[in-house]
T-cell receptor, first 111, second 117 residues
């Protein structure tokens, strides 16, 4: 089967840096994606890592280690609008699901 | 471009009623998906369609049927609604369903909030 683990909740201070971890167990692994979802809204794509290493997009960075089955999303210079749920998702060849989502991490940014 | 649109936005059904959730995308994407989202459960795939004319079961297909009407439209039908189907339903689309380096970004519709009494 396939499974992803990420913390259910994280709280961080405005202006700080926060890291949201994701570990996965799957076969036929292609890559790891991250999505953001504000309350009442739809998920929106943030990043995708198919190769090991760090990908940076503005204040957000995403990291993947295929050998450790581990990735993280790094948010810098936190803003109140970053309060949302963040989902890691595995792109996989096996099974009957092209993208498997984790249960999400709810990030609360406080002043 | 409207992206991915879904109708209706809200719906209340009684147990045993049927309904169809509509989804359309104007991005010329090959792949389309239906997810349900329950509190604390993340997004779970119900069905997907990798191309026009094909559909495949996802993680939680029981109690649902789908139709890929054409490249733009992908509908989800509940034949006999049950309280366990109370959820938020998201439709999504992407350029390609599989492939290694392709990032397979999925674009989501605004969701349908369904309550079954």
């Amino acid at each position: 089967g396939q499974s992803l683990e990420q913390p259910s909740e994280v709280t961080a201070v405005e202006g700080a840096i926060v890291q949201i971890n994701c570990t996965y167990q799957t076969s036929g692994f292609y890559g790891l994606s991250w999505y953001q979802q504000h309350d009442g809204g739809a998920p929106t794509f943030l990043s995708y890592n198919a190769l090991d290493g760090l990908e940076e997009t503005g204040r957000f960075s995403s990291f993947l280690s295929r050998s450790d089955s581990y990735g993280y999303l790094l948010l810098q210079e936190l803003q109140m609008k970053d309060s949302a749920s963040y989902f890691c998702a595995v792109k996989t060849l096996s099974g009957n699901t092209p993208l498997v989502f984790g249960k999400g991490t709810r990030l609360s940014v406080i002043a | 471009n409207a992206g991915v649109t879904q109708t209706p936005k809200f719906q209340v059904l009684k147990t045993g009623q049927s309904m169809t959730l509509q989804c359309a995308q104007d991005m010329n994407h090959n792949s389309m998906y239906w997810y349900r989202q329950d509190p604390g459960m993340g997004l779970r795939l119900i069905y997907y369609s990798a191309s026009e004319g094909t559909t495949d079961k996802g993680e939680v297909p029981n109690g649902y049927n789908v139709s890929r009407l054409n490249k733009r439209e992908f509908s989800l039908r509940l034949e006999s609604a049950a309280p366990s189907q109370t959820s938020v339903y998201f439709c999504a689309s992407s350029e390609d369903g599989r492939g290694g380096l392709l990032r397979n970004e999925q674009f989501f519709g605004p969701g349908t909030r369904l309550t079954v009494l």
